[in-house]
C-alpha cells in the first residue's frame, strides 16, 4: 500500500514537474515583449456578434487591443461570413468568437468546425460560444458545453479554482464575482479547470450543485478553451477573470505547434 502511494506520488510530481515547465511561456507571454507571447505572429480571427446584452462590440475594444499588443495579426469581422472564406479558415491559429444565441448557417457552420477540426483555436466566454447556434448540436460537441440557466440572474457567487496544476489556472486563488452564475451543460470529457457551487437560493433543488466555469477540451486537432465568466465587460475588471481568459487564448493559440496535451480522464470510470 505505502509503495503505491508512493508510485502515485512520483507519478503525480512528474506531471506537475511538466505543468511547472510550461508556465514561464505562459507568464512572459502575459506580461513581456511582443517577440515572447505564444500570440506573436499567429493569425486571429475575432468574430462578434448576436445578442447585444453581452457586450460583443464593447470586447472588441477590450480584447483586439490586447491581441495585437501580444503581436496576434488579428482579422475582425461583424458577420459569421468571415467562416465561409476558406483560405482565410485556413490560415487562421485561433478564432475568438462572441455571438450570442443567433443563427448560422450550415455553410458558416461547416466553415468553423472544418477550421478548429484541423487545428485552428477556439476560445470564447459565456453566452460568446456557450450559448450561441442553440440548434447546431455539432457546434455544441465541438465546444464541450451549453448555458441551459443562471439562476437568481446577476449575483454574488465564487469561482474556485480546482486545478492548481494547468498553467491556464496556476497560481491563482478562489475569488468572487458579481454576475451571473452559469449553469450548463458540460461534457464530461473536457479538463475542467475551475467551478462554481449553487447556493440553491434560487433553484433550491440544485443546492450544493457544482458546475464547471472553465475548461479545455480538443476538437479534431483544435484546442478549444471556454470560460463562463464575462456576462458584461465589466466582469473583466476582476483580475482573475481576465487573467484566465488571457491564459486560455494564448493556449488555445497553441493547437497547430505543440503537441497534443493528453489529460483526457472520464469521471464516471467505465
Ligand atoms: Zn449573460
Redesign the pocket.
Known sequence: MKSQARRNFIKTSVVAGAGVLLVPDIVSASVSSRSESALAGKKVLYVYGGWE??EPKQSVDLFVPWLRSQGADVKVSDSLDAYLDEELMDSVDLIVQIW?MGTISGEQEKGLLAAVKKGAGLAGW??GIG?SFRNNVEYQFMVGGQ?VA?PGGVIDYTVHVSDQTDPVTKGLNDFAMH??Q?YMHVDPNVKVLATTKFSGEHSAWIEGSVIPVVWKKYYGDGRVFYSSL???MKDFEVPEALEIMQRGILWAAESKYQPREKWLSPVYGG
Do not use: A, I
Open positions: 446584452g453581452h450570442t459565456h453566452g450559448d448555458w443562471h454576475s451571473e452559469y464575462g456576462h458584461v
